[in-house]
């Protein structure tokens, strides 16, 4: 699978599917009518107004950003503002995959959300990869003793250090191989031998 899938929504992309199944605490502005079986706490046929539920990313997207939202959504903690100041300090000391493993790609949801944080959540995202970005370019083309860090990073970031580890492995070995001998293909050989034998025969 292609690394955009990783963060561009992708209708067959299981990177994507994963990122929009996280669930997002919610609160009902209007009284939905026939929605009650949402929240199982609630006697009533209507889903009311005031109601606060969790619901996944791909439901509550298109619930927000409609004219005259029927929805407010509260950022998950590890986007507010408590968190982003730790990754404003050292955004390459923090283990990004043990807040969330799909780290970028909820972000880049979650700043589409009709919310006021929306950009500092946007230059926040932007910074936090920038600032790891060099490590995790060093770890890929240098040797490291721990081969598990692949997977201690979120997704976007562990595809970026595969495919440059695989990238600087191709390399060393096309570097290994030395210099030799450029051979003309059969089809260019074949095509002078003929030309050669026309004209022998005029």
């Known amino acids: 699978m292609s690394l955009c899938c990783s963060y561009v929504p992708d209708y067959f992309s299981i990177n994507d599917i994963l ?3 996280e669930r997002i605490l919610c609160t009902i ?3 939905l009518p026939g929605l009650g079986f949402l929240d199982i706490s609630n006697d009533s046929d209507d889903l009311k107004q005031g109601t606060k539920l969790e619901f996944p990313i791909w439901l509550t997207h298109p619930l927000n950003i409609i004219q005259g939202s029927l929805i407010n959504i509260e950022l998950p903690k590890i986007y507010k503002d408590s968190y982003r100041e730790i990754l404003q300090a050292d955004a390459c000391a923090v283990s990004l995959s043990k807040w969330n493993l799909h780290f970028y790609e909820v972000g880049m ?3 589409t959300f009709n919310i006021r944080e929306s950009e500092k959540l ?3 995202l932007l910074e936090t990869f920038k600032s790891r970005f060099r490590l995790i370019m060093d770890w890929a083309q240098n040797p490291i003793s721990d081969l598990t860090l692949g997977s201690q990073l979120p997704r976007l970031e562990k595809d970026l250090f595969l495919i440059s580890r695989k990238a600087k492995i191709q390399l060393n070995e096309w570097l290994k191989k030395g210099t030799g001998i450029i051979e003309a293909s059969e089809v260019a050989a074949n095509l002078k031998k003929r030309k050669r ?6």
């Open 29 to 31: 502005d209007v009284t």
């Open 197 to 202: 034998t026309d004209y022998e025969l005029n």
């Open 19 to 21: 990122a929009t199944e």
């Open 109 to 111: 949801y979650l700043r």
């Open 122 to 124: 946007t230059e926040n």
